[in-house]
């Protein structure tokens, strides 16, 4: 992921504008965020500021509005990790 900022100049990792790469890399900064993944600080920037879209931010609170769940996928979560706190409404 820091490849695209020190390449292109950032602050995206195509460049200035914000670009399908992003959209594409958006799910994983969620995920790099959520499990506080250790990551290179250029590559934590990055993830900060996709965070920080608003767009982005309004995508994450609709998806922890959603009312339907996957039971099965709760089920697999607890039996593989650890759910330290349930954001959902």
Avoid: C
Avoid at 8 to 17: D, K, R, Y
Avoid at 40 to 56: K, M
């Amino acid at each position: 992921m820091a490849r695209g900022p020190k390449k292109f100049g950032g602050p995206f990792l195509a460049g200035e504008n914000f670009t399908a790469v992003d959209a594409f890399f958006s799910p994983v900064a969620i995920k790099i965020n959520n499990y506080n993944l250790p990551i290179a600080d250029i590559s934590q920037h990055y993830v900060n500021r996709i965070l920080e879209l608003p767009h982005l931010r309004q995508w994450i609170k609709e998806a922890l509005n959603e009312p339907w769940r996957v039971f099965e996928y709760e089920e697999l979560e607890k039996k593989v990790g650890i759910i330290i706190k349930d954001l959902r409404s």
